[in-house]
């Protein structure tokens, strides 16, 4: 059961994964059967089976939304103002309202749900606490976005380096099968519901779908070609997949954490879900409801994936609940979540982890929300050089600006590092990672724009350190006296 | 440089008598996981799991059978196999070490433990052990940035590694059947 854990796991240093709670909020609500300090002990942890998620108030919100019509769903969740939990903070009420229009016998033909749980950006594992201990959560948050946008198949996309996360999954569903949640011959289908398609008769199947190691296939289209058994090679836009999507067909695609708040907000109302998280930090900005999975990683003594409302100070994670920083150093700079999100500065220890970070902090954006913390100690040239190394590693080769741009990015941090550097090389490549990905994309996904702001954030913000590393350089002239051949 | 080209379609396969794509393989992928795509195309990727799973590597046989097996062109399976690194289109030891490499890791001691392989099995990484027990490689991200640094010995993840346990880790998994890596 406990496969992922390490019997060679060195406890004295860390805990295997903390959790706190934000004042603002009595109880966890994503991770409400995952015990955690105060609310449990992490040695409880266990696997939940439908059995105790039924038990435990699971499945009603399923009900409760079967009594709705799929309209109501939606609206539901678009006054909720839940915003995609997959890094790019999309609303996702939103995002489902561009699926087309149903027919007129409340069909809405072969459409598709993609569930993304390609959780592959470096710092980023929060998707998998939930995937570790309550599948149920996700699976319910799935059987209702399926109802809401009369979606009759839903792929499961979980990353192939997730074994045991993927075995955990095939469990669950294979459950969820059993007591009829998804199938032809379910509990849900025997129920009369508000859509008026088939008599009030509704199915959905739900299948996992195991990538096999490829960043990319994270990116939505991307996704989409993986799951089609093609190369993972992102899709131009338009056509968006709510259009035409998997097999052609219209497409919606939710991450994993996204979903799992559905049965909260379904259960409690999109008002309750207000009175979580905060208003934009930025003046006109949109507000970031809600509470959010955030993983801690780097140089903090008790790292792991906490739940907190929105707008929390990166400083009051760190230092009131990550235990400070390791061994007493201060703090250098953090990757708000994921490293295509940029680099927060050694003056922006206090900022509020929210989906307008970006605009007010020089930053891509707020991504996961999976901060990596790095201690005075980092040299964030070999910060710089780690994450171009991961991007030319990931980069599919499509567009020529990414394939060629993020492999000269690697070599020139590479020399950097080494040494080896010139001066003439920090504006080269400046140059370079402007280029990849300067709005208007130049690239067909984001992935060469992710490279551009985590180089480019991570030079602006410590151009001292890279500039203390580097040589002149000094041209030789060579002078022809008379007359050259 | 375009003007160069290789005559692939004169390239050897190596055969064997027996198929890699078993009967048994294949009545499971066609009640289990072909009735899900809409196209016979989306189910190349369980299709070549199921392989890799079962062999440890993608032989190109095995793929010539998946194309005869899903109706593709040849070229279409290679073309997928050929880009996601989770098939191994060549054979590679029994057991694999994958140390992850990416942020998180790095900077919370990777190095050390990735020297502690190297030194553990007296190889580089990218190389194979002698009596072909052991595969090192290095990948980015594991997801347990939490708990770096981290590996995944076939299917096996270790958190918080320490690089004093891994001659111990790789002991224990020497005595265990390999081609763990990639369940269907």
């Known amino acids: ?485 | 440089m375009a003007w160069i080209t290789k005559n692939s379609a004169a390239q050897k396969v190596e055969r064997r008598s027996q198929p890699y794509l078993t009967d048994a393989m294949k009545s499971d992928l066609r009640a289990r996981v072909l009735p899900r795509y809409e196209n016979p195309q989306g189910a190349l990727l369980p299709c070549l799991h199921t392989i890799q799973h079962a062999y440890g590597w993608v032989p190109a046989q095995a793929m010539l059978e998946i194309a005869e097996f899903l109706n593709l062109k040849p070229g279409d399976v290679i073309d997928t196999a050929s880009f996601y690194e989770e098939y191994w289109l060549k054979p590679k030891g029994k057991h694999l070490i994958q140390v992850c490499r990416s942020i998180a890791c790095e900077f919370c001691g990777q190095r050390e433990v990735t020297q502690a392989c190297k030194d553990a099995l007296n190889i580089d990484v990218g190389e194979t052990t002698d009596d072909g027990q052991f595969t090192l490689v290095e990948l980015e991200c594991l997801g347990s940035c939490g708990t770096a640094p981290a590996m995944l010995v076939d299917e096996t993840l270790y958190e918080n590694v320490q690089p004093a346990n891994i001659a111990r880790v790789l002991a224990d998994h020497a005595k265990k059947n390999g081609h763990g890596h990639g369940h269907h």
């Open chain 1, 1 to 485: 059961m406990t496969g992922w854990k390490s019997p060679y796991t060195d406890a004295r240093t860390r805990f295997e994964h903390t959790m706190a709670y934000s004042p603002k909020f009595s109880k966890p609500v994503l991770t409400a059967r995952i015990p955690s300090p105060p609310f449990g002990e992490f040695k409880d942890r266990h696997i939940v089976s439908y059995d105790e998620y039924v038990k435990t108030g699971g499945y009603q919100a399923l009900r409760k939304a079967l009594t709705m019509t799929p309209e109501a769903v939606v609206e539901e969740v678009k006054k909720s103002q839940l915003r995609g939990r997959g890094g790019a903070g999309f609303p996702t009420g939103l995002k489902w309202t561009f699926l087309p229009k149903p027919g007129p016998d409340g069909s809405g033909g072969q459409r598709y749900l993609a569930i993304n749980a390609d959780e592959s950006e470096p710092g980023t594992f929060k998707d998998r606490l939930l995937m570790d201990f309550d599948p149920h959560l996700v699976l319910e948050g799935i059987a209702i976005a399926c109802y809401a946008c009369r979606i009759p198949t839903a792929f499961f996309y979980i990353r192939g380096e997730y074994h045991h996360q993927a075995k955990v999954l095939e469990n669950a569903i294979k459950e969820a099968y059993e007591h009829g949640v998804f199938g032809k011959q379910g509990l849900m289908s025997g129920s009369a519901t508000q859509n008026p398609f088939n008599g009030g008769k509704w199915a959905v199947d739900c299948y996992l779908h195991r990538g096999a190691g490829a960043y990319i296939c994270g990116e939505e289209t991307a996704l989409l070609e993986g799951l089609e058994g093609k190369r993972g090679w992102p899709r131009n836009k338009p056509p968006f997949p709510a259009i035409k999507g998997l097999f052609g067909k219209p497409t919606i695609i939710n991450n994993v954490e996204t979903l799992a708040h559905l049965p909260s907000i379904l259960d409690n109302g999109s008002a309750w879900f207000a009175t979580m998280g905060t208003e934009s930090s930025f003046k006109g900005g949109a507000p970031s409801y809600g509470t959010k999975l955030m993983g801690v990683s780097g140089h903090v003594n008790r790292p792991g994936v906490f739940e907190f409302d929105l707008g929390i100070k990166l400083r009051d994670l760190v230092e009131q609940y990550c235990g400070g920083m390791r061994n007493g150093k201060k703090y250098k700079g953090a990757i708000p979540g994921g490293v295509s999100m940029g680099i927060l500065g050694p003056d922006q220890f206090d900022a509020e982890l929210d989906f307008d970070i970006g605009r007010k902090y020089n930053v891509l954006g707020l991504g996961t929300a999976c901060p990596t913390i790095f201690d005075e100690d980092t040299d964030m040239v070999a910060v710089a050089r780690n994450i171009s190394r991961f991007f030319k590693h990931e980069s599919c080769g499509q567009c020529t600006p990414c394939r060629e741009g993020s492999g000269w990015l690697y070599q020139l941090m590479s020399r950097i590092e080494e040494g080896g550097g010139r001066t003439k090389d920090l504006d080269l490549a400046l140059e370079i990672a402007t280029s990849m990905g300067s709005m208007p994309g130049t690239t067909i996904c984001g992935l060469a724009d992710g490279n551009n702001w985590a180089i480019r954030t991570i030079m602006n913000k410590y151009w001292d350190e890279f500039t203390a590393k580097v040589k002149p350089t000094f041209v030789p002239v060579r002078v022809t006296v008379g007359a050259s051949a």
